[in-house]
């Protein structure tokens, strides 16, 4: 069975560029989470996406968006990039709501 | 807001000892537990889920449990210079509204050296 997938691996953007970061999640899990891990950091949340839906999002400005597509795969859209932003962006996925998050192998994101 | 806490360490031991990792958790309504091994520049990847008070073992690795005193804990038995890596806590349960976000902590560096 195919893990969480993630692409990029390493995305370099300049500052005030856009990125979009992309998952699929495990054959049959519905629920995707994204989380930001600064240098040093922990993992902070960003995103919930349920069955198609925005669930939640963590204490982040709204140039963090993204979506959920009928396949249940994500995307990450990071506008106005900013250096502060630069960080590992991992995907994660469930089977349902207390299960264990399984994580992606993560996209690196460089703003210059 | 829920928290999470970890020692940051580092924490370290000789190779074939124990290695005893710790959590504690500020929301008394969480319903599951687990840990995350994270090592260097990579992401992390599930050890341990542990549901209900009490010891679960699997391998090398034993989590134990206590709702009431909101603490989790991970032992690793002959821990080995491979186990070097990040630790992470992780917690889940119902926010208002339904939600469940698993809350991380800042993870425990552990160091098994020959």
């Known amino acids: 069975e195919a893990g969480v997938t993630q692409s990029p691996t390493h995305l370099i953007k300049t500052r005030g560029q856009q990125a979009t970061l992309r998952c699929s999640p495990i054959s049959g899990h519905t629920s995707v989470y994204w989380y930001q891990q600064a240098l040093g950091l922990g993992l902070q949340f960003l995103l919930w996406?349920?069955?198609?839906?925005?669930?939640n999002r963590g204490n982040f400005p709204p140039r963090f968006s993204g979506r959920q597509f009928p396949n249940y795969s994500s995307e990450l859209n990071v506008n106005a990039l900013e250096l502060e932003d630069s960080a590992l962006y991992l995907c994660a996925s469930s089977e349902v709501a207390i299960s264990p998050l399984h994580f992606g192998n993560g996209t690196r994101l460089t703003v210059t | 807001q829920k928290e999470v806490e970890q020692n940051s360490g580092p924490l370290s031991v000789p190779e074939g000892a124990i290695a005893s990792l710790n959590c504690t958790y500020s929301?008394?309504?969480?319903?599951?537990f687990f840990w995350y091994r994270q090592y260097s520049g990579k992401s992390p990847e599930l050890i341990m889920s542990i549901y209900s008070n009490g010891d679960k073992e699997d391998g090398r690795f034993t989590a134990q449990l206590n709702k009431a005193s909101q603490y989790v804990s991970l032992l690793i038995r002959d821990s080995q210079p491979s186990d070097s890596a990040t630790y992470l806590c992780?917690?889940?349960?119902?926010?208002?509204?339904?939600?469940?976000?698993?809350?991380f902590g800042r993870g425990t560096s552990l160091i098994v050296h020959p």
């Open positions: 929301d008394r309504g969480s319903q599951s």
């Open positions: 996406y349920d069955e198609g839906e925005e669930r």
């Open positions: 992780a917690v889940n349960g119902p926010l208002p509204g339904g939600s469940y976000i698993p809350t």
